[in-house]
């Protein structure tokens, strides 16, 4: 998988996907949630997580206090001590890892913990959520980052401006 050829294809093509993004926000289509739902499905039947794990190597996730008493819970820290020995606090009061890649990614690109990772990566890289529409900045950010997303767009502007 060539990363970098998503990345800046991901990059070519942000004013013009920004552009789709902020058209649908205005005036969504009513079967838009079907739609992103179909296209996600066709794009993870091609892209396989764990040839790839950018996302891990690359971008840290939010750890919410729930994830942080599940996650201490199963290596059998106290959260205090999952907190100091893996979470640092950003500049915007958010826990999130002190270092990348992932302390949790394998050599395989499984994860450690995959059971109990956390809620942030479990949704990523969110393009089968809800009124994908209010997260266009996120979704224009994840492009870049997984060829997922960068791929999902393509087929959703196909799809979307077809009707």
Do not use: W
């Not at 640092?88 to 826990?95: F, G, I, L, N, P």
């Not at 990566?121 to 393009?127: A, F």
Request: aromatic residues 10%.
């Amino acid at each position: 998988m060539d990363l970098k050829y998503y990345k800046t294809q991901a990059k070519l093509k942000k004013k013009e996907n920004q552009k789709f993004l902020e058209t649908l926000k205005k005036k969504p289509p009513k079967n838009l949630d079907y739609v992103a739902e179909e296209i996600h499905n066709e794009v993870f039947e091609q892209i396989n997580c764990l040839e790839c794990a950018n996302c891990c190597k690359t971008t840290g996730p939010l750890f919410t206090e729930k994830d942080i008493e599940r996650i201490s819970k199963h290596l059998r820290l106290k959260p205090s001590e999952f907190e100091d020995k893996f979470l640092r606090v950003d500049e915007d009061q958010d826990k999130v890892l002190q270092s990348l890649p992932c302390a949790f990614l394998l050599q395989d690109n499984e994860c450690a913990i995959y059971q109990v990772r956390p809620k942030a990566c479990r949704e990523y890289p969110h393009t089968n959520r809800k009124k994908i529409y209010q997260i266009n900045v996120i979704t224009l950010k994840n492009a870049e980052i997984c060829p997922a997303v960068y791929l999902f767009m393509e087929k959703f502007k196909v799809n979307l401006e077809k009707k």
